[in-house]
């Protein structure tokens, strides 16, 4: 029975069961062996079948523990009566599942090493004989029925499920009776042997620690059990008597010293279509979300130059120059450039917007100096390129034909998309043809009004069009800290450098994909990008391709949204295309999203972390939460407990010794005692 006060009250009925031969015993309405005979008390009278007796609980289970020995059971209205224990027995039962829902497993020869005795009383304790029999009990010390397949589907042997129901005050079963079946060598009898789950001894010592320090244990024990309860972590400190036999674990179970496994809410495609059922949300991961700028020109405005008068310039093609700044301006003052003595080679200027905007151009204007005629600009060549680091390409070149008439220095300039300010003096050139959008600009003049002339003027320069909105993605390398979202390749079997990253990039974001994240998720790394600068090359690239983590697999770089989860309840489904637990959507789709994302799709979201509606409501957190110690599997130390000795199940009494703080001093608990702190028939 039970002898740890832990003033459980367990209820015997005995039943004639149709198709079963002889009487069926159930403890808490869970099957525990059958009798030929009708049981009887010790004093000759019959056990009535189907009457509800309360097993009393004792202070000494090992009286009871043997076959023959009596237990006290009470019913009615103070009566009371002993009942010799039965052996355990199967006969008849097998095939009838609703008595034995789990088939009978196969065990080693009973009495062989991987199967022995452990109860030898007539050699160590004579005196106890009458309750303690020889071979009435034994341990399996192998992992045989771990590695079969005997054992598939049956509950968990530390974290039982619940099976019977709950009447009057009987508690809910906590196993159903799991049987094996091992044949005697000395006799050649069949010996049938009920599991007895309440012990489980595990060696820990400091030259044979647990595999993980014992986190798969405190996870089974950790739910059903009341705080203070639970089987704790293991794993101890290294320390100078335990240091040798450390050794380092990978399993997602192992657990670090005095530490407590992490509630969490793992959001995979499942568990997310399952959220989403029971708090009635349309919860969806997007995906179909691109990495390059958008280019939609619907959303532009037309403006009188698509350059900025905070614009950086780089001229070119001058031996000196004056009044850079006067290319754009707004304002009529004069921009001059020295040209002695230079002779195929343009004068050029490139205009470079501070921010990230693409612009398309559809004219070109400029502005006459104050003096001069014959250093005006008599032709041009006008370039664009997408990115800083890309290559020029040319949108239209020819000849300029500026009015004779001069413009007075420092005039502001009233201009719009459609017109020059027409109060100066301007020429300006259609570039119809020009549907490209570009980022900068250069604007090359390969000749003056006169060629002999050693210097260039002019007053402004304007590039009419349509400037785009600004760029939803950031360029991840440019000054500043940027962060950038990577998705692991399943898949690949290649990792290329496909983006062309610098060395010094491509070890920068590789570095930054290894590092262990904030919030696990085996597909998603959400980095960002502080200290260390990427090379020149790779400053305004968009795209950064994939590259390959510390351990091998390969990263890719994506949209910062992409697989988010965000709740669509209420918007027209007719914007999305659902897969499963995924949203096909586009990135203009995410405009409207007023919500922010509850996190990404296969997130381990930690309970005490303040997770997002609906992850914080307790019906979902009572549904889905899951316990968690190494789920990245990195590298936990794990070392054995000095304060152990190692589990010999053939060294006799005192085979399992274990320390029990007293008041005083200490003593140990032999494998007797150990023996009565279970639950057999």
Same mark, same amino acid.
């Given at each position: 029975m039970d002898d740890r006060k832990t003033a459980r009250q367990k209820h015997l009925t005995i039943e004639q069961v149709e198709g079963v031969t002889g009487f069926v015993w159930l403890v808490d309405g869970t099957f525990r062996t059958v009798t030929q005979d009708q049981p009887t008390f010790t004093d000759g009278s019959l056990v009535q079948l189907d009457n509800r007796y309360r097993i009393v609980e004792i202070r000494r289970s090992?009286?009871?523990?043997?076959?023959?020995?009596?237990?006290?059971?009470?019913?009615?209205?103070?009566?009371?009566?002993?009942?010799?224990?039965?052996?355990?027995?199967?006969?008849?039962?097998?095939?009838?599942?609703?008595?034995?829902?789990?088939?009978?497993?196969?065990l080693p020869p009973f009495g062989s090493n991987e199967f022995p005795a452990v109860e030898k009383a007539s050699e160590e304790f004579p005196l106890f004989t009458e309750w303690i029999k020889d071979d009435e009990n034994a341990l399996l010390n192998s992992e045989i029925l771990e590695s079969s397949t005997q054992c598939d589907g049956f509950p968990s042997f530390r974290q039982p499920e619940a099976v019977a129901e709950v009447k009057d005050d009987t508690p809910l079963s906590n196993l159903p009776t799991v049987f094996g079946r091992s044949v005697n060598p000395v006799t050649?009898?069949?010996?049938?042997?009920?599991?007895?789950?309440?012990?489980?001894?595990?060696?820990?010592?400091?030259?044979k620690p647990l595999a993980d320090g014992g986190g798969q244990l405190v996870i089974d024990t950790y739910q059903p059990l009341d705080p203070g309860d639970q089987v704790m972590c293991h794993n101890v400190h290294r320390a100078h008597d335990n240091e040798d036999g450390c050794q380092l674990s990978y399993?997602?179970?192992?657990?670090?010293?005095?530490?407590?496994?992490?509630?969490?809410?793992?959001?995979?495609?499942?568990?997310?279509?399952?959220?989403?059922?029971?708090?009635?949300?349309?919860?969806?991961a997007v995906t179909g979300l691109t990495i390059s700028e958008d280019l939609n020109a619907e959303d532009g405005v037309f403006v009188s130059s698509v350059l900025d008068e905070d614009s950086v310039l780089s001229i070119e093609g001058c031996n000196s120059w004056s009044r850079g700044r006067a290319t754009k301006d707004r304002k009529t003052e004069k921009f001059w450039c020295d040209r002695t003595g230079i002779?195929?080679?343009?004068?050029?200027?490139?205009?470079?917007?501070?921010?990230?905007?693409?612009?398309?151009?559809?004219?070109?204007?400029?502005?006459?100096?104050?003096?001069?005629? !014959?250093?005006? @600009?008599?032709?041009?060549?006008?370039?664009?390129?997408?990115?800083? &680091? /890309? +290559?020029?390409?040319?949108? #239209?070149?020819?000849?300029?034909?500026?009015?004779?008439?001069?413009?007075?220095?420092?005039?502001?300039?009233?201009?719009?998309?459609?017109?020059?300010?027409?109060?100066?003096?301007?020429?300006?050139?259609p570039l119809s043809s020009n549907t490209k959008a570009y980022?900068?600009?250069?604007?090359?003049?390969?000749?003056?009004?006169?060629?002999?002339?050693?210097?260039?003027?002019?007053?402004?320069v304007e590039l009419p069009g349509l400037l785009l909105p600004l760029f939803p993605i950031s360029h !991840?390398?440019? @000054?500043?800290?940027?962060?950038?979202?990577?998705?692991?390749?399943? &898949? /690949? +079997?290649?990792?290329?450098? #496909?983006?062309?990253?610098?060395?010094?990039?491509?070890k920068l974001f590789s570095d930054l994909v290894s590092a262990k994240p904030d919030v696990y998720n085996p597909n998603i790394r959400d980095v960002t990008r502080e200290y260390r600068e990427c090379d020149s090359v790779d400053t305004y690239k968009v795209d950064l391709g994939m590259v390959q983590a510390s351990d091998g697999t390969c990263w890719k770089?994506?949209?910062?949204?992409?697989?988010?989860?965000?709740?669509?309840?209420?918007?027209?489904?007719?914007?999305?295309?659902?897969?499963?637990?995924?949203?096909?959507?586009?990135n203009a789709f995410l405009d409207g999203i007023l919500n922010d994302p509850i996190g990404n799709l296969d997130d381990h979201i930690a309970?005490?972390?303040?997770?997002?509606?609906?992850?914080?409501?307790?019906?979902?957190?009572?549904?889905?939460?899951?316990l968690e110690f190494n789920p990245t599997r990195q590298a936990v130390l794990i070392c054995g407990s000095p304060g152990e000795v190692s589990t010999d199940p053939f060294a006799s009494d005192h085979g399992f010794d274990i320390t029990i703080p007293q008041k005083t001093g200490a003593r140990t608990m032999s494998i007797w005692e150990l023996s009565a702190q279970r639950h057999t028939t």
């Open positions: 090992f009286y009871v523990n043997c076959i023959g020995c009596p237990f006290l059971v009470t019913w009615g209205d103070g009566q009371e009566g002993d009942i010799p224990n039965p052996p355990v027995s199967i006969e008849g039962v097998e095939g009838n599942a609703e008595l034995l829902p789990y088939a009978t497993v196969a050649g009898l069949e010996d049938i042997f009920a599991y007895d789950p309440h012990l489980t001894l595990y060696e820990n010592t400091p030259d399993f997602d179970t192992a657990c670090a010293p005095d530490t407590v496994p992490q509630e969490t809410i793992v959001l995979d495609s499942g568990n997310l279509e399952d959220i989403s059922a029971l708090t009635n949300r349309s919860l969806l002779q195929n080679i343009p004068a050029s200027v490139v205009f470079s917007p501070p921010r990230s905007q693409l612009s398309i151009v559809h004219k070109l204007r400029m502005y006459t100096a104050n003096t001069s005629t !014959n250093s005006d @600009p008599a032709s041009y060549i006008l370039e664009g390129r997408v990115k800083p &680091d /890309a +290559e020029w390409e040319i949108i #239209s070149s020819g000849d300029l034909d500026l009015p004779l008439d001069r413009n007075e220095r420092g005039i502001p300039i009233q201009s719009s998309y459609e017109s020059g300010d027409v109060n100066l003096h301007y020429t300006e050139v980022w900068d600009y250069k604007l090359s003049i390969p000749a003056t009004r006169d060629p002999t002339k050693n210097n260039l003027q002019f007053a402004e !991840n390398c440019a @000054p500043g800290a940027q962060s950038s979202r990577w998705m692991k390749e399943a &898949d /690949a +079997e290649t990792c290329p450098n #496909s983006a062309g990253l610098g060395e010094g990039t491509y770089h994506v949209h910062d949204l992409e697989h988010s989860i965000f709740d669509l309840t209420g918007v027209d489904p007719a914007d999305y295309t659902v897969s499963g637990s995924m949203a096909q959507v586009s309970i005490d972390g303040s997770p997002k509606f609906p992850l914080d409501q307790q019906d979902v957190q009572d549904a889905f939460m899951t």
